[in-house]
């Protein structure tokens, strides 16, 4: 793996296009983290049709909620961003991220993008240092 792997802006577009999967971590199980990284790695791996092994996790943000709601552009007469409890039978400690993307212009969509990434960024973890390195097998190929 490659340890210098940082993570980029791009990381939260599935807020804009179906809901950004995240997990309240105080709640968490090990096993929850386990399979909802394991799904979805699979799913990006089927959809790499070029080369499957580049896709994978090289690491996790650790973002608080609040700091998701917060965040705004000066465009913005409120919060970009919803975080939705989502909680399902498998994954109890699930919950959901979405842009506010009704009528907004791409422009402000990748302003608030990396709005968002600029307060989270420094929150990254490296996959092997995540909770003793429960998803250290699922990075992609070096």
């Known amino acids: 793996m490659n340890a210098k792997r940082k993570?980029?802006?791009a990381a939260l577009s599935d807020a804009e296009r179906n809901a950004l999967?995240?997990?309240?971590?105080?709640?968490?199980?090990?096993?929850?983290?386990?399979?909802?990284?394991?799904?979805?790695?699979?799913?990006?791996?089927s959809s790499q049709h070029q080369n499957p092994s580049k896709a994978g996790v090289f690491?996790?943000?650790?973002?608080i909620c609040k700091t998701v709601r917060d965040s705004q552009t000066e465009a913005d007469v409120r919060?970009?961003?919803?975080?939705?409890?989502?909680?399902?039978?498998?994954?109890?400690?699930?919950?959901?991220?979405?842009?506010r993307v009704s009528g907004a212009k791409e422009a402000l969509r990748e302003l608030r993008r990396q709005t968002l990434f600029a307060a989270v960024h420094e929150t990254f973890v490296p996959v092997d240092a995540f909770r003793?390195?429960?998803?250290?097998d699922l990075a992609p190929a070096a």
């Open 59 to 63: 690491g996790v943000l650790r973002i």
């Open 21 to 45: 999967s995240m997990l309240r971590e105080r709640h968490a199980t090990d096993d929850e983290i386990r399979k909802v990284a394991e799904g979805l790695v699979a799913r990006a791996r």
């Open 7 to 9: 993570p980029r802006a």
């Open 79 to 99: 919060g970009g961003y919803c975080v939705y409890d989502t909680a399902l039978e498998h994954s109890p400690a699930h919950a959901e991220a979405f842009q």
């Open 132 to 136: 003793n390195g429960l998803l250290a």
